[in-house]
């Protein structure tokens, strides 16, 4: 069972830049894959970035390619979301999650161990 907190989201101008952390507890997060998703209001969930368990491969969705950036430090067991050119759509709540397995995946159905979520405005 891994433990996950976010933690960076606010309030910035559009194409400004955020970093989210995610902060895990648990031997199993280093060998493991990790995911964030965001759900806007009224929104169903949605997949935004995955990178494998040690960082050798990463997926982003079309909407947030070339702009954000998903990365994972095992000796420190936190991930971190750096997004940048921020967008008014970009607005939501991000959540972090850590996979099944070790390999890269966008499906939420093989992430058990969610975090609360932050939650991140774009003004614009």
């Known amino acids: 069972q891994v433990q996950l907190e976010e933690s960076g989201g606010g309030v910035v101008q559009a194409g400004g830049s955020l970093r989210l952390t995610c902060a895990a507890s648990g031997r199993t997060f280093s060998t493991l894959a990790l995911g964030w998703f965001r759900q806007a209001p009224g929104k169903e969930r949605e997949f935004v970035a995955t990178?494998?368990?040690?960082?050798?491969?990463?997926y982003y969705s079309d909407s947030v390619k070339g702009r954000f950036i998903i990365s994972k430090d095992n000796d420190k067991n936190t991930g971190y979301l750096q997004m940048n050119g921020v967008r008014p759509e970009d607005t939501a709540v991000y959540s972090c999650?850590?996979?099944?397995?070790?390999?890269?995946?966008?499906?939420?159905?093989?992430?058990?161990?969610w975090g609360q979520g932050t939650q991140v405005t774009v003004s614009p």
């Open positions: 990178i494998s368990w040690n960082g050798d491969r990463t």
């Open positions: 999650a850590v996979a099944r397995y070790s390999s890269i995946t966008w499906d939420p159905m093989y992430y058990p161990n």
